[in-house]
């Protein structure tokens, strides 16, 4: 009787393939991920069940804390630069180079023009742990719509975002919504978080 | 790597018989890595997008004489408290209509029971008025906004807080 050669399967398999795709899918989600930008404060967002999602670019994102504090960012680095120099000669105050990249690389701040100039020339760990006072917002000294304005003036797509606290008092936001009114844009959006709609009303 | 070696030590030692080294190496770690890799970035980049509302505020209009007021009976009025309370009434709030004042909270049995009750929701020109209070909390807004989007009411503004409304309140609470 001939012997019935069993043959015998590696079962180990080729994962070379397998890894090249990995790696590519990798880079690819690395690539196309924008890091997270840094919030300068923690701001807990009320929960609603809108579904529309915060466009990319182009935001004007104004920051309420629960202290009444009002922080203003805007994404891209180069508008940053031009508003940066819109508003130093606006307000009578002169920005070097260096400190034009640093603003151009934060990604929202709450300090009056005049102080900005310190606020620039710190480090970045003292910059993150300063007590910033907010964006005033006063009728007589009303540097957030300067801000807004010159923003919208660069930049005519721009969308702005109100990202509030829970426990801001309305007023602090009421504010707000009246220096936008003011400049005639009434329609912005509120940053919310995520919530299920209920099933029956 | 391995194989040079391999040649330098057999042409020192002589005889040794010359291992032979497998050339695969296990992969399994290696796309044990690169697959969390890939669900974290998938994760991430889906989910860091942030959430928003989007609200139309009424333009504001420089001359008061041309903008149509609302009729009373078709107007729906909510006033935001402070700590977490609602009140609304029908109508406009003018003292001669003498409008009840109800109290309710943010449940599901509260305000929204009374946004889809058979009184606003067969008036189509039903504009209901949002009128926040100072004290009141901005979740409060994103609340009561967020509950006329749930019961699908179309007509509805955000409007300042007027002194009646404010005496209408204090002597809901007084009672």
Do not use: C
Request: overall charge positive; glycine content about 4%; cysteine-free.
């Amino acid at each position: 009787m001939p012997r019935v050669k069993v043959k015998r399967n590696n079962p180990s398999l080729d994962m070379t393939p397998m890894v090249d795709l990995f790696f590519l899918l990798v880079t690819f989600f690395m690539l196309t991920a924008t890091a997270r930008e840094e919030e300068v404060v923690i701001v807990d967002t009320p929960s609603s069940v809108s579904e529309i999602k915060l466009p990319d670019a182009n935001v004007i994102t104004l920051t309420v804390d629960k202290n009444d504090r009002v922080f203003f960012g805007v994404d891209g680095q180069q508008t940053k630069k031009a508003l940066l120099d819109k508003m130093a000669s606006k307000y009578g105050v002169s920005f070097d180079e260096k400190e034009s990249k640093t603003f151009s690389l934060l990604s929202n701040f709450g300090v009056p023009v005049n102080q900005l100039k310190s606020y620039l020339a710190m480090d970045g760990t003292e910059r993150k742990n300063v007590n910033q006072p907010g964006i005033p917002l006063d009728s007589t000294n009303n540097q957030l719509r300067d801000w807004i304005l010159e923003t919208r003036k660069l930049n005519q797509k721009v969308v702005i975002a109100i990202k509030g606290d829970v426990d801001v008092s309305y007023s602090t936001v009421q504010k707000v919504i009246e220096t936008l009114q003011d400049q005639k844009v009434n329609r912005f959006n509120l940053v919310t978080d995520m919530e299920a709609r209920p099933k029956s009303l | 790597m391995a194989e040079i070696q391999e040649k330098a030590s057999s042409g020192k030692g002589g005889k040794k018989r010359a291992k032979k080294h497998s050339t695969k190496i296990d992969m399994t770690p290696m796309v044990d890595l690169a697959a969390l890799l890939i669900t974290f970035f998938m994760l991430t980049t889906t989910f860091s997008k942030p959430q928003t509302m989007e609200i139309n505020m009424p333009v504001k209009d420089d001359k008061p004489e041309n903008q149509i007021p609302v009729k009373a009976s078709n107007a729906m009025t909510i006033i935001l408290g402070e700590d977490d309370k609602v009140f609304y009434y029908f109508g406009l709030g003018a003292p001669e209509e003498n409008p009840e004042v109800i109290e309710t909270d943010y449940s599901a049995a509260g305000i929204r029971k009374a946004l889809v009750s058979p009184r606003v929701k067969s008036n189509p020109k039903m504009t209901v008025m949002i009128k926040p209070l100072e004290t009141s909390r901005y979740k409060n807004m994103v609340d009561i906004l967020d509950e006329l989007r749930i019961t699908d009411t179309k007509k509805f503004a955000l409007v300042d807080i007027t002194d009646t409304d404010k005496q209408l309140v204090k002597t809901k609470l007084g009672q």
